[in-house]
């Protein structure tokens, strides 16, 4: 089973930084698309970006794109989040997950997740 540490969460001010790492084990990492999500409270689950296997494409929801930049080191199976001018809108728990395409967008490929890092952006 696939397992998924999240780190580097915190409390920031708006248009402040944050670097968000996930390490993945137990499942073939290099191969496999890569997705961050968020939640926030008493919203859905939403899709942020995703990166494929070999880190040459990302995708990105339109609200993060400019500001957000994912990156993965396949050597060390860890994928990235470079939240860069964060906005209190962006405050959630983010989770990475393995991901697969739906439709227009992306969904987490199992339906279990890690504990996630909570992201505070004060205004």
């Known amino acids: 089973q696939v397992q998924l540490v999240e780190s580097g969460g915190g409390l920031v001010q708006t248009g402040g930084s944050l670097r968000l790492s996930c390490v993945v084990s137990?499942?073939?990492?290099?191969?496999?698309?890569m997705g961050w999500f968020r939640q926030a409270p008493g919203k859905e689950r939403e899709f942020v970006t995703a990166?494929?296997?070999?880190?040459?494409?990302?995708y990105y929801r339109d609200s993060v794109k400019g500001r957000f930049t994912i990156s993965r080191d396949n050597a060390k199976n860890t994928v990235y989040l470079q939240m860069n001018s964060l906005k209190p809108e962006d405050t959630a728990v983010y989770y990475c997950?393995?991901?697969?395409?739906?439709?227009?967008?992306?969904?987490?490929?199992?339906?279990?997740w890690g504990q996630g890092t909570q992201v505070t952006v004060s205004s």
């Open positions: 997950a393995p991901v697969k395409p739906s439709g227009t967008t992306w969904a987490p490929l199992y339906d279990y």
């Open positions: 137990g499942g073939t990492f290099y191969r496999a698309l």
């Open positions: 990166i494929s296997g070999t880190g040459g494409s990302t």
